[in-house]
């Protein structure tokens, strides 16, 4: 990009005086913008390591999370084949009484959270 700069007005025209002033005003212009670009290629190589770090410990969340949820799984596949058991074994009477106690239960977290929040 071609930039114009006023000539030295101490020149005649010429190339002696007037060609080093705005060589000057273009070196120092230069400098003052790769100055300002090298600040902004900092903040964002320090932006970039900081979303890397992040990505990073989102995944080790997510690493997490699915161990969990796999461990969950399992617990719960062998607590329904527990109570698939007990409802063939013909003991009825023992499901009358779970649905009861959790029927029961439910309603008295419902009462205890409804009784905090008044």
């Not at 071609?2 to 120092?28: A, C, K, L, V, W």
């Not at 003052?32 to 890397?52: M, P, Q």
């Not at 205890?112 to 929040?117: E, G, L, N, T």
Request: with cysteine; net charge neutral; charged share 20%.
């Amino acid at each position: 990009m071609r930039r114009s700069y006023p000539q030295d007005p101490s020149s005649s025209g010429g190339m002696s005086g007037g060609h080093s002033f705005t060589h000057e005003m273009i070196e120092n212009e230069n400098d003052h913008l790769v100055n300002a670009l090298s600040g902004k290629v900092a903040a964002l190589k320090s932006l970039s390591i900081d979303i890397g770090d992040e990505v990073r410990s989102q995944n080790t969340i997510l690493r997490d999370m699915d161990s969990d949820f796999d461990n969950t799984g399992g617990l719960l596949g062998s607590s329904m084949k527990r109570v698939k058991n007990m409802a063939k074994a013909g003991h009825n009477r023992w499901m009358c009484y779970m649905i009861l106690f959790i029927v029961l239960v439910f309603f008295i977290v419902y009462y205890i959270v409804k009784w905090r929040s008044n």
